[in-house]
């Protein structure tokens, strides 16, 4: 593999040791690089060579000059109850790059075997977990919502017993950072103000470097208030396009505000506010409509963690940041998709009356916005299809027709603009469970069609009409198990 000045750093070794643990891959059999996201690597500083080469990292029977690999510790709380075991148990941070760019890259292989942290889990990810998480993260890249990238996957033999006996596989997952905030948590709640400090100077200086050169009040302060807004931004990005995580715990809440962690996560088809994606959740704690507000629980027990080096006012205070900037974004999303450039009063009002249409009627969420972007290039019909009872569209038509006679734009221009905020494309469950059938008997091309479909969610692409579809039957509402 070639490199374009690429810096070879580990600057997670600088933290205290009680932060990692130094564990070497458990080796993997016959493992095949059967996906490699060439543009990423370029990006990276690695340019195209043959992906091949990257077999034996991503098998973890090869560690290049440089690579330290280290089991992250962290703690958290998991459905609200505090976990002070948890910590990297299947993946290992093998080293951090810096490419041409100044861009820093951690590289995280998940499935990497046993950790001092894997407590009753055999330290893999199955084959169907890993093409999820790729899927889903360059899906999510693709849309332009902030979320860890895949850099390439590998598929072995070794057989991995979940329900049923599955194989084994790796992700070579890429990110600025897999600080977490349940780091924060196990900082305070196991090691004391000064490792504290330190993850948190440590934190700022690789990922908030604007803030480095402010008083320590201030700089902790507006460090917390980022974190809150970034992650209150990510959760009404994740509402505004549909997207259910279904596992929010605060071990998987990213401190740099990315979407992290895919497990049981789903695009809602049909609309259903109170939608629960993950099998294991009975409660519905992570149900699409408590995402916002999950997000702000999380960031209470970011602040608790940030007690001992920060006062209980400015705490609160970055707290408060959190509803407003929930509500900017999500109301702006709202407006982008609806094509309100024009600001009027009764704008709440008939971005919660069109929720709770789609909710009544159970209408497709993607097909619903998509359609919207194309009604005076193609008609209503197209939306008024998607109703059982024809006159709710009509209705809600005449509402939204009134309203666009305030708008200034032309209605190209804005159908241009709203195609570019609604996805035509978006990876549903049914479309994901297809190509994992495909690709557990050998054939990986339809998995690769799909994302190349993915990356380009907001283009029309004539062809790939059919990856646009509503789910069949037996796709809807599919609840995936946590386990993976
Ligand atoms: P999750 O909720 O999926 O993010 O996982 C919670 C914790 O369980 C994390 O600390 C993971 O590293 C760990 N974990 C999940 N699956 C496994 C596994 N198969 N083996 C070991 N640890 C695991
Ligand atoms: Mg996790």
């Known amino acids: ?49 043959d992906p091949s080469d990257w077999t034996g990292v991503g098998s973890g029977t090869e560690l290049l000059d440089g690579m330290d690999p280290v089991a992250m510790k962290y703690t958290g709380h998991q459905f609200g109850v505090y976990n002070p075991e948890l910590g990297d148990g299947r993946g290992l941070l093998l080293w951090e790059t810096v490419g041409p760019d100044g861009r820093r890259w951690d590289w995280h292989l998940k499935g990497a075997g046993m950790t001092p942290y894997s407590r009753f889990g055999d330290g893999r990810a199955v084959l ?32 991995v017993r979940r329900e049923s006996i599955e194989t084994a596989s790796t992700l070579l997952r890429v990110t600025q950072s897999h600080i977490r905030f349940g780091h924060f948590e196990f900082a305070t709640h196991h090691e004391g103000e000064e490792a504290l400090r330190t993850l948190l100077e440590h934190v700022i200086s690789l990922h908030f470097p604007h803030l480095i050169r402010l008083p320590e009040k201030e700089r902790y302060q507006r460090w917390f208030e980022e974190v809150v807004e970034r992650t209150a931004g990510l959760i009404a990005d994740w509402q505004a396009v549909g997207f259910c995580h279904g596992v929010m715990n605060s071990d998987n809440m990213s401190i740099i505000g990315e979407t992290l962690d895919y497990g049981p996560y789903a695009f809602l088809d049909d609309f259903d506010a109170g939608f629960i994606c993950n099998h294991t959740d009975q409660g519905g704690r992570y149900a699409y409509n408590r995402q916002p507000n999950i997000g702000f629980v999380n960031c209470q027990y970011l602040a608790n963690a940030l007690l001992p080096v920060m006062n209980e006012d400015d705490v609160r205070q970055g707290l408060r940041r959190y509803e407003t900037a929930y509500n900017q974004r999500f109301q702006q999303n709202m407006r982008n998709k609806l094509g309100l450039y024009t600001e009027s009063g009764a ?23 998509r359609s919207l972007s194309n009604l005076h290039l193609k008609g209503k019909a197209p939306i008024r299809d998607l109703f059982v009872d024809r006159s709710v569209a009509d209705e809600w038509l005449e509402r939204y027709e009134k309203r666009l006679l305030d708008e200034t734009r032309a209605h190209d221009e804005r159908e241009v603009a709203m195609r570019q905020q609604n996805p035509k494309y978006i990876l549903r469950n049914y479309l994901a469970q297809q190509v994992i059938l495909e690709a557990q008997s050998g054939d990986y091309e339809p998995m690769k069609d799909l994302l190349k479909v993915l990356q380009r969610p907001f283009d029309e692409q004539p062809g790939n009409e059919s990856y646009a579809a509503p789910p069949p039957d037996w796709g809807k509402h599919l609840s995936i198990s946590c386990s993976s």
């Not at 977990?129 to 033999?157: D, N, Q, W």
């Not at 704008?347 to 916005?369: A, G, K, R, V």
């Open 128 to 159: 169907r977990s890993t093409i999820r998480e790729y899927l889903c993260s360059e899906a999510m890249a693709g849309l332009g919502i902030p979320t860890t990238r895949a850099l390439f996957m590998v598929s072995a033999k070794d057989p």
């Open 1 to 49: 593999m070639s490199e374009q000045s690429v810096t070879i750093e580990h600057r997670y070794l600088e933290l205290p040791d009680s932060f990692y643990t130094r564990v070497t891959p458990t080796p993997l059999k016959d493992g095949r690089l059967v996906c490699f996201n060439a543009p990423l690597a370029e990006a990276m500083g690695f340019r195209a060579t």
């Open 347 to 369: 704008d709440i009002s008939l971005i919660m009356d069109t929720f709770s249409m789609l909710h009544e009627y159970h209408l497709d969420y993607t097909l619903f916005f």
